[in-house]
């Protein structure tokens, strides 16, 4: 009983819908946030327990994050600027620097937009040259680093030094879309959040295999049409038993080189997190006790040889992950003070999932 | 392949609904869908994408697996409709603008009876395209619209009565 007008509009409907080209359809892109979120939540607690929050966060967020690290109180220390604007260098991520490194009319504009910053004081530039010499100073020690980072891999940069009592984030916001801005970093304040010793304060996160993991060291089976968009399991990996939690206990304390251990617990792992995220509410909010994993964390020797400790502990079983305090303590340093990124660490960089 | 027997946990992750496949499996009709409501392909397939990066977020939240493909829906759904409010903001004082679909360069694709359907159809009031579009696109029923658009059956129904009717004026039927 449908009427001729019915017939028309469904006919002409039918009509308009098949003018798609479907040889011309772009495929959709997945952002791929639930997997960064999973990767994302194992690192953070991971750092909870060296560092601040804070500064955790700025490890763990990418540049141009909305949650990106909040700052706490004005630096105090002359020796580092207040905040370092990189430009877009060769090593730059493309999602901050898509026109590739900086323009001089860019430059221009940074320099204006700094200028007219409110609260800040003093802008120094630094060249790739100076940089670089800076660098090779610092790392004087790590052939391995020397030897893959040139000149030309080190993006400039403005130091930035702020009027007493201004908040760097405040001043320094508007930059963070700008062109040709690269990442900006607080020196300052990660130097006074993590004090002169953090080195002897890294450990190793030994993370166990909970309930219904993804991980494939967890014996979880990726479906053959499993993408990192749309994640499938033929079979999710098992929780780690008591029983093998004991002997991995015993076993991690007779390896060579680990100084002590000690273990946590999901409901420690938990407090940890919400305390360093307390800041976060929405993270927090979201985040539930039983998405936590539990650890061992390790102390090892600081004459020890990590990588081998890091092998061998990667291949216990009902370990999930493993990560180096150490090297996530020194990537975010190499990006604070150097504007790289922490894929550049090489060897270093934490496993993700 | 062996596959081993999932706990209560398990089971439940499973049901939930994966929106990245729903999109994946209604791609092309879900552009299509746009593409009537929008007029070009290439915002249809922008606001499809859009659509999908937005849910794609929140897939372990929805639990309903009957309600997936209108939620889906809805979503591409409200992607046209802040396309074409945006449209209506920034050609007010301008030339209107004329997409392709039902423009005159597109006669090779549609014939002049069609594309005359198709401009009455975007003369009419924005819920009662949506509604016209959803029953003599989708061939959803009331109740289905209903939820799409987030309005009641009888409205729906209502809506979908007033809008053929407004059409036929639009066209010169006298019926």
Known sequence: ??????????????????????????????????????????????????????????????????????????????????????????????????????????????????????????????????????????????????????????????????????????????????????????????????????????????????????????????????????????KYGKAITPAQRRALGKEIGAIPGVQSTHFESQQQAYENFQRSYKDNKALAQATKKSDMPESFRLELRPDADWDKVITKLKGLPGVATVVNGKCMIEQFMLRTHYGISASMGKGCAPQPG | MKVEQLSPGGALIRKRVDVAAIFAEHHVGLVRLALVMV??????????????????????????????????????????????????????????????????????????????VLRALRELPGRQREALTLRYYLDLSDQEIAETMGISGSTARSTIARGLAALGRALGEDS
């Open chain 1, 1 to 234: 009983m449908n009427s001729p007008m019915e017939d028309r509009l469904r006919e002409a409907l039918a009509e308009a819908g098949a003018t798609v080209d479907t040889s011309t359809l772009r495929p959709l892109q997945s952002s791929g946030r639930p997997r960064v979120r999973v990767d994302f939540r194992l690192l953070a607690a991971a750092g909870a327990v060296v560092l601040a929050g804070t500064v955790t966060a700025a490890v763990l967020i990418a540049p141009g994050d909305e949650r990106r690290a909040a700052v706490a109180n004005p630096p105090v220390d002359q020796k580092y600027a207040d905040a370092s604007v990189f430009l877009c260098g060769k090593l730059s991520p493309s999602r901050t620097c898509p026109g590739g490194s900086v323009t001089a009319e860019q430059t221009k504009a940074i320099v204006r937009a700094l200028r007219e910053g409110p609260g800040v004081e003093q802008v120094l530039y630094v060249s790739q040259d100076q940089a670089y010499a800076s660098f090779r100073r610092d790392y004087a020690d790590d052939k391995a680093l020397l030897g893959t980072i040139d000149v030309t891999d080190l993006p400039p940069s403005f130091q930035i030094k702020l009027k007493p009592g201004a908040d760097p984030k405040v001043s320094l916001v508007r930059m963070k879309s700008m062109e040709g801005v690269g990442d900006i970093t607080f020196p300052a304040e990660a130097v006074k959040e993590m004090g002169p010793e953090w080195e002897k304060n890294a450990d190793v996160s030994v993370f166990l295999c909970g309930e219904q993991s993804s991980l494939a060291s967890c014996g979880a089976v990726a479906a053959p049409d499993s993408t990192s968009s749309a994640p499938r399991f033929v």
């Open chain 2, 39 to 116: 007029g070009d392909q290439a915002t249809a397939e922008d606001v499809v994408q859009e659509a999908f990066t937005r849910t794609h977020a929140g897939r372990g939240r929805l639990r309903d697996p009957d309600k997936a493909l209108t939620y889906v829906r809805s979503a591409v759904f409200n992607g046209c409709r802040s396309v074409m409010r945006r449209r209506a903001t920034v050609f007010r004082r301008a030339v209107p603008y004329e997409p392709p679909v039902w423009s005159a360069e597109s006669a090779a694709l549609l014939s002049e009876e069609r594309r005359e």
